[in-house]
């Protein structure tokens, strides 16, 4: 039975916390590694915190003394979390680069069917 998600996260963390543990073999993830597992919950629900923001920011507030600075204060923050996930990620290994070797994923490129790429224009 996977481990179920700490009571110190939040609902929206716990989510994040079963859709890792659910998306891995049963004894991928020891106990050793919970607090890496509980970080990544946390950095990923700040980034999608971050990315409301900023989608809420209007283009006028740049104009405001300190509005391009407030926004250029959460782009960086959200690049943080976005680096801070990843080593997360990379340090759990549930990157799909850490769960394919190179040849597979390779041969996996080469069985795409020919046609149109999503950023082909139509």
Same mark, same amino acid.
């Given at each position: 039975?996977?481990?179920?998600?700490?009571?110190?996260?939040?609902?929206?963390?716990?989510?994040?916390?079963?859709?890792?543990?659910?998306?891995?073999?049963?004894?991928?993830?020891?106990?050793?590694?919970?607090?890496?597992?509980?970080?990544? $919950?946390?950095?990923? $629900?700040?980034?999608?915190?971050?990315?409301?923001?900023?989608?809420?920011?209007?283009?006028?507030?740049? !104009?405001?003394?300190?509005? /391009?600075? !407030?926004?250029?204060?959460?782009?960086?923050?959200?690049?943080?979390?976005?680096?801070?996930?990843?080593? $997360?990620?990379?340090?759990? !290994?549930?990157? #799909?680069?850490? /769960?394919?070797?190179?040849?597979?994923?390779?041969?996996?490129?080469?069985?795409?069917?020919?046609? #149109?790429?999503?950023?082909?224009?139509?």
């Amino acid at each position: 039975m996977p481990a179920q998600p700490p009571a110190e996260l939040t609902d929206a963390q716990a989510m994040i916390w079963r859709d890792a543990v659910g998306s891995m073999p049963g004894n991928w993830l020891t106990r050793a590694a919970h607090p890496i597992l509980i970080a990544y $919950c946390r950095h990923a $629900c700040r980034a999608r915190l971050l990315e409301m923001q900023i989608a809420q920011f209007e283009v006028e507030w740049t !104009r405001v003394d300190g509005g /391009l600075e !407030r926004l250029d204060k959460l782009f960086a923050m959200a690049e943080r979390e976005t680096r801070a996930i990843s080593a $997360c990620a990379r340090a759990l !290994r549930l990157t #799909p680069q850490a /769960l394919m070797h190179p040849r597979t994923a390779g041969r996996r490129i080469n069985d795409l069917p020919a046609g #149109p790429r999503p950023w082909d224009e139509k």
